[in-house]
């Protein structure tokens, strides 16, 4: 009996001890098996950045281009309305230049009928600078100003103050309130 007890314990313990293995090795399974499913996921999440990452290169690809396509048609754009800009005003001046030499072809010209006749081309170019805002500057008895002027000469005077316009050598313009040709001035000064 005391032989059958000590293989009893003895077949006990064994069973504890394969348990013990069993459970081990089960638990090494699930680990691995864990592992393998960590694996997968982190696998399929990997994959995902991926495809967003691909996503997103050609999201900025496709900005860029569009970008420079915009940038080239500006730029196309800016040429064809540096070249094309002085299409209407070229236009409007020819009328001018047809009334001059309409005038020069006339075979009897007297005096009175030249100068009706240059009147009326002068009407015609100031109606093209009123058309495209280009204002004259004619500043007889104005306070000299050295964006709108240009002073010529200085001249004495007794009933003017200093620095007042006194005559108009030629007048100045501007376009659209900037000037693009000073008015040439003789300029008051007082006497010493």
Do not use: C, W
Not at 5 to 21: A, L, M, V
Not at 61 to 74: D, I, M, P, S, W
């Amino acid at each position: 009996m005391a032989k059958n007890k000590s293989n009893s314990k003895k077949n006990d313990t064994d069973d504890i001890q394969n348990q013990e293995e069993l459970n081990l090795n089960e638990d090494s399974l699930s680990e691995n098996s864990s592992s393998a499913n960590l694996d997968e996921s982190q696998t399929d999440q990997t994959n995902d950045y991926e495809q967003q990452i691909e996503e997103l290169k050609n999201q900025v690809l496709y900005a860029k281009a569009e970008t420079e396509n915009v940038r080239r048609r500006g730029f196309e754009d800016a040429e064809k309305t540096r070249k094309y800009a002085l299409d209407s005003f070229s236009q409007e001046l020819l009328t001018v230049k047809d009334s001059l030499e309409a005038s020069l072809n006339s075979e009897t010209i007297d005096l009175t009928t030249l100068k009706d006749g240059v009147e009326l081309t002068l009407k015609q170019l100031n109606s093209v600078f009123e058309k495209f805002n280009i204002d004259e500057i004619n500043p007889i008895d104005e306070k000299f100003n050295p964006n709108e002027h240009q002073a010529i000469s200085m001249i004495e005077s007794e009933n003017k103050e200093a620095n007042t316009i006194l005559n108009v050598l030629q007048k100045g313009y501007k376009l659209n309130e900037r000037v693009i040709r000073p008015a040439m001035v003789v300029v008051s000064k007082l006497k010493d």
